[in-house]
């Protein structure tokens, strides 16, 4: 039974921390949520808002064809306050879930500042919070707190860059030179600009030799990318080729280029709701931003494109945690101090989601005397958080949720991606819900 003075501090209000706040306070449990802007701001942050999302705004795959539909699937089926959110901020983007930047962070602020058992303080945390408490700080963790958390561990923090990509004002797109389609599909949701070969060359050499912007003070001397999220410009460095296989492949528009194939493709996704701005998909980048508007125009459709956000590059910060972290997202050798989010380990907005959500069940079932309880291995959430028990820590790079680390199937093989995912969706949900079938009391609401 829950006592009136128990409370648990959470520590960041992104969507690790927003979710875990939430989770919490739906069962009855009172929340300080700890959020330090925006009288601290990060390099990357623009608003005040909770759960603001700022490298994209599009979560990922939305069917269960994908690992990523997969979670998203067990965050719905467990009341997932991000997953709520996303549904009723969402914009087109083909078999993707995307949101609008701005009615997504609002809908979650609103909720999670109005729950009546969550309190939002507006005050940088520097020191680790009393437990219980869930540290989901994210990867832009203050300097004060990463030291903090370094010196709780005593393995430090590990590092990586990530990069944002820009986005444009449609009405200044030539569409006589776009087409709208989805990928294999002669209508859809993305703007589509095309280059041959001759003006891709010219693009792709222009990129090479652009100027990147110079790093900040909270930047380390040596860099060091997460590859899920490399610049557009470290990848295009790789060679001329490199580019036609990643983000600008041109594979799956013949029907909407009258029967030919384009040599390269930069495709535009609607980021908000009145489809007025688009993002530059997979063109995160770290040029400075008047490199950008130069190579960036090579593009014949964006020759006068204006871009209401430019690219920018930031640290983003995570544990060691096969070092650091038990099975329950605890930092060895405490009861009750977790941590979620990026910082954690995982990479990705629906990922860091999962462990704020995890994080938060952990908690409440200690706060509440529950069994000790642990997330079915054939589950996306289970899965996440294995691999980040058993990756190597030499080794450990932060992880996206993907058929690799789950649990083999035993059937027959399966030689399509499709089949393969969903017949590990199938056992996932089904493994889900007798986890929520025999677990009743963790999923009860009392809010």
Same mark, same amino acid.
């Given at each position: 039974?829950?006592?009136?003075?128990? @409370?648990?501090?959470?520590?960041?209000?992104?969507?690790?921390?927003? @979710?875990?706040?939430?989770?919490?306070? @739906?069962?009855?449990?009172?929340?300080?949520?700890?959020?330090?802007?925006?009288?601290?701001?990060?390099?990357?942050?623009?608003?005040?808002?909770?759960?603001?999302?700022?490298?994209?705004?599009?979560?990922?795959?939305?069917?269960?064809?994908?690992?990523?539909?997969?979670?998203?699937?067990? $965050?719905?089926?467990?009341?997932?306050?991000?997953?709520?959110?996303?549904?009723? %901020?969402?914009?087109?983007?083909?078999?993707?879930?995307?949101?609008?930047?701005?009615?997504?962070?609002? $809908?979650?602020?609103?909720?999670?500042?109005?729950? #009546?058992?969550?309190?939002?303080?507006?005050?940088?945390?520097?020191?680790?919070?009393?437990?219980?408490?869930?540290?989901?700080?994210?990867?832009?963790?203050?300097?004060?707190?990463?030291?903090?958390?370094?010196?709780?561990?005593?393995?430090?923090?590990?590092?990586?860059?990530?990069?944002? /990509? #820009?986005?444009?004002?449609?009405?200044?797109?030539?569409?006589?030179?776009?087409?709208?389609?989805?990928?294999?599909?002669?209508?859809?949701?993305?703007?589509?600009? &095309?280059?041959?070969? @001759?003006?891709?060359?010219?693009?792709?050499?222009?990129?090479? !030799?652009?100027?990147?912007?110079?790093?900040?003070? *909270?930047?380390?001397?040596?860099?060091?990318?997460?590859?899920?999220?490399?610049?557009?410009?470290?990848?295009?460095?790789?060679?001329?080729?490199? $580019?036609?296989?990643?983000?600008?492949? #041109?594979?799956? *528009?013949? /029907? %909407?280029?009258?029967? !030919?194939?384009?040599?390269?493709?930069?495709? $535009?996704?609607?980021?908000?709701?009145?489809?007025?701005?688009?993002?530059?998909?997979?063109?995160?980048?770290?040029?400075?931003?008047?490199?950008?508007?130069?190579? *960036?125009? +090579?593009?014949?459709?964006?020759?006068?494109?204006?871009?209401?956000?430019?690219?920018?590059?930031?640290?983003?910060?995570?544990?060691?945690?096969?070092?650091?972290?038990?099975?329950? +997202?605890?930092?060895?050798?405490?009861?009750?101090?977790?941590?979620?989010?990026?910082?954690?380990?995982?990479?990705?907005?629906?990922?860091?989601? /999962?462990?704020?959500? %995890? %994080?938060?069940?952990?908690?409440?079932?200690?706060?509440?005397?529950?069994?000790?309880?642990?997330?079915?291995?054939?589950? /996306? +959430?289970?899965?996440?958080?294995?691999?980040?028990?058993?990756?190597? #820590?030499? !080794?450990?790079? &932060?992880?996206?949720?993907?058929?690799?680390? *789950?649990?083999? +199937? !035993?059937?027959?093989?399966?030689?399509?991606?499709?089949?393969?995912?969903?017949?590990?969706?199938?056992?996932?949900?089904?493994?889900?819900?007798?986890?929520?079938?025999?677990?009743?009391?963790?999923?009860?609401?009392?809010?």
């Amino acid at each position: 039974m829950i006592k009136t003075c128990d @409370e648990v501090i959470v520590a960041g209000g992104g969507l690790a921390g927003s @979710e875990a706040a939430w989770q919490l306070a @739906e069962r009855g449990v009172r929340v300080l949520l700890y959020e330090m802007r925006p009288r601290r701001m990060t390099p990357a942050h623009e608003t005040n808002l909770l759960a603001e999302l700022v490298c994209s705004n599009s979560l990922g795959g939305e069917k269960t064809t994908t690992p990523a539909g997969i979670l998203k699937a067990e $965050l719905s089926r467990m009341d997932s306050l991000i997953m709520e959110c996303a549904f009723k %901020a969402r914009v087109p983007a083909g078999n993707a879930l995307a949101v609008d930047r701005t009615v997504f962070a609002r $809908l979650v602020d609103g909720a999670v500042s109005g729950h #009546p058992n969550i309190r939002v303080i507006r005050e940088e945390l520097t020191a680790i919070p009393r437990e219980p408490a869930i540290i989901a700080t994210g990867p832009l963790t203050s300097e004060a707190m990463a030291a903090a958390i370094a010196g709780l561990t005593g393995e430090g923090f590990l590092y990586f860059y990530d990069a944002v /990509a #820009p986005i444009v004002d449609i009405s200044t797109v030539d569409m006589s030179k776009a087409f709208r389609a989805n990928r294999y599909g002669t209508e859809g949701d993305y703007i589509n600009c &095309p280059m041959n070969e @001759e003006e891709y060359k010219v693009f792709w050499q222009e990129l090479v !030799s652009a100027e990147t912007a110079p790093r900040h003070e *909270f930047e380390e001397e040596q860099t060091k990318h997460f590859e899920g999220c490399l610049p557009i410009e470290v990848i295009a460095k790789r060679g001329e080729q490199t $580019l036609l296989y990643g983000p600008l492949r #041109p594979v799956g *528009f013949r /029907a %909407a280029c009258g029967g !030919s194939e384009p040599c390269a493709v930069v495709q $535009l996704r609607q980021d908000n709701t009145e489809k007025t701005l688009y993002n530059m998909v997979g063109f995160q980048t770290n040029l400075k931003w008047g490199e950008q508007e130069r190579v *960036f125009r +090579l593009i014949p459709a964006l020759s006068k494109a204006e871009f209401v956000r430019k690219g920018v590059m930031h640290r983003n910060l995570f544990v060691c945690a096969p070092a650091v972290l038990d099975e329950k +997202l605890r930092f060895r050798g405490h009861d009750a101090l977790y941590i979620a989010g990026q910082a954690s380990g995982v990479e990705g907005y629906m990922e860091s989601t /999962a462990t704020g959500l %995890a %994080a938060a069940l952990f908690a409440y079932a200690g706060i509440a005397g529950l069994p000790d309880f642990s997330f079915p291995r054939e589950t /996306a +959430l289970g899965s996440l958080i294995n691999y980040l028990q058993t990756a190597m #820590p030499k !080794s450990f790079q &932060p992880m996206n949720v993907n058929l690799g680390i *789950f649990p083999k +199937l !035993s059937c027959r093989k399966l030689w399509k991606r499709t089949e393969r995912c969903e017949a590990y969706a199938a056992r996932s949900a089904e493994a889900m819900e007798q986890f929520i079938i025999n677990n009743k009391p963790l999923f009860q609401k009392r809010s």
